[in-house]
Structures are given as structure tokens and as C-alpha cells.
Nanobody, 120 residues
């Protein structure tokens, strides 16, 4: 089993910054993808940023403001969020696609989410 835990959310003023962290632990053989998603009240969960084999992809709404990075040695992915806007307010979730064995297909594991609120 793989456990995923996010941290770093909180309340920030518009224009401010936050850095989220997501650590995967447990029985990990390899990690294929790590990504951040968010869900605002009354809206569907949406992709924010993803890192796959060293490449990154971002939602148009966060390009130029957010940066995803990872530390393979720590099985951790980060999301640096700058120039935050009220519309960035949401619960942010981390997804890790990983396998615990060479013989098993990778599965998606989700964290419990961390609240980010952008408000003055």
C-alpha cells in the first residue's frame, strides 16, 4: 500500500504565495506520475499541474504563476503557488501513480486534500 499526505495549505492574501508538499510513503517500487488537482465548492475536481518522467504540464489558469517540482529521493512533489488569486481557493489534492511491485500495474493513490483559501 502507498500512503499520500499533503501539507502546506492555509489562508493567504491575494497576490501572496504558498508552497504545498505531498509525500508518498509505504511499499513503493516505482512512481510514474505525481500531480496536483483542486476542487472548489460546487465545481468538479480539475488538474492543476502534473510531472511525468521529468516533464511538466499545467492548467492554463495557473501557467506562469505555479511551479511543480519533485524530489525523487524523498518521493515528494511540491507546488509553489505565486500571485495567488481568490479563484485559486479550493481543496488541493495530490495524486501519485505508483506500484509496489515490478509485477503489478501502477495504481493511483490520492491524499486527503489540503485547503487553500485566498482572501483579504
Amino acid at each position: 500500500q502507498v500512503q499520500v499526505v499533503e501539507s502546506g495549505g492555509g489562508l493567504v492574501q491575494p497576490g501572496g504565495s504558498l508552497k504545498l508538499s505531498c509525500a508518498a510513503s509505504g511499499s513503493i517500487y516505482s512512481i510514474n506520475e505525481m500531480g496536483w488537482y483542486r476542487q472548489a465548492p460546487g465545481k468538479q475536481r480539475e488538474l492543476v499541474a502534473i510531472i511525468v518522467s521529468g516533464g511538466t504540464n499545467y492548467a492554463d489558469s495557473v501557467k506562469g504563476r505555479f511551479a511543480i517540482s519533485n524530489d525523487n529521493a524523498k518521493n515528494t512533489v511540491y507546488l509553489q503557488m505565486n500571485s495567488l488569486k481568490p479563484e485559486d481557493t479550493a481543496v488541493y489534492y495530490c495524486r501519485v501513480k505508483a506500484t509496489d511491485s515490478l509485477w503489478r500495474a501502477p495504481q493511483n493513490y490520492w491524499g486527503q486534500g489540503t485547503q487553500v483559501t485566498v482572501s483579504s
